[in-house]
């Protein structure tokens, strides 16, 4: 099984600013077959980013994803109220498809 | 527009079983390989089961093999989760999920959750 690890747990931070999440696989993530995911409360996760760096449909281009192998990254250029929510990585490369622990991006 | 709609969550008690429902529409059901994933109270997501398109593979987290079942007809667009056995540590909101385990797809769109409390 491949287990992810987020980091930071929690990124304080103001609007406008850059923020940089990073997800470090047990692994090898073969053919970069990661996500990220936003949730905010009570909502169901919103796919962000697949394939390490391609864009979901309607996801503004202040996210990117990049990263391969086993480091892997989520910038958010400049951080708009509505960002401000829980990020997870996921792999799906291999069963069990696992994701980290979530990295929460909080308002400064 | 794709909506996943769970329903069939409540209150059970250790022990016992419940089964989720999940009506998928606005897509073709039956092209697409279908998961459930739960988050656990104030903690992070949990792949559970998934399932091929035609039924014919069923994988499953190793804490949930024995217990769940999970099954789909594509008649009715609808896919399920048997849960069987439940414990305590089951508690969660689960989710509906597409994603393609063999075309290497991740979960693209997702249902609102039903919640299911496992309790004495």
């Known amino acids: 099984e491949i287990v992810l690890t987020q980091s930071p747990g929690t990124l304080s931070l103001s609007p406008g600013e850059r923020a940089t999440l990073s997800c470090r696989a047990s692994?090898?993530?073969?053919?970069?077959?990661l996500a990220w995911y936003q949730q905010k409360p009570g909502q169901a996760p919103r796919l962000l980013i697949y394939?390490?760096?391609s864009r979901a449909t309607g996801i503004p281009d202040r996210f990117s994803g990049s990263g391969s192998g086993t480091d892997f990254t989520l910038t958010i250029r400049r951080l708009e109220p509505e960002d401000f929510a829980v990020y997870y990585c996921?792999?799906?490369?291999?069963?069990?498809?696992?994701f980290g622990q979530g990295t929460k991006v909080e308002i400064k | 527009e794709v909506q996943l709609v769970e329903s069939g969550g409540g209150l059970v008690q250790p022990g016992g079983s419940l089964r989720l429902s999940c009506a998928a529409s606005g897509f073709t059901f039956s092209s697409y390989w279908m998961s459930w994933v739960r988050q656990a109270p104030g903690k992070g997501l949990e792949w559970v089961a998934n399932?091929?398109?035609?039924?014919?593979?069923?994988y499953y987290v190793d804490s949930v093999k024995g217990r769940f079942t999970i099954s789909r007809d594509n008649a009715k667009n609808s896919e399920y989760l048997q849960m069987n056995s439940l414990r305590v540590e089951d508690t969660a909101v689960y989710y509906c999920a597409r994603g393609d385990y063999s075309k290497r797809r991740p979960f693209d769109y997702w249902g609102q959750g039903t919640l299911v409390t496992v309790s004495s």
């Open positions: 692994q090898s993530v073969s053919s970069s077959y």
């Open positions: 394939d390490a760096s």
């Open positions: 996921q792999h799906y490369a291999t069963s069990p498809w696992t």
């Open positions: 399932i091929k398109q035609d039924g014919s593979e069923k």
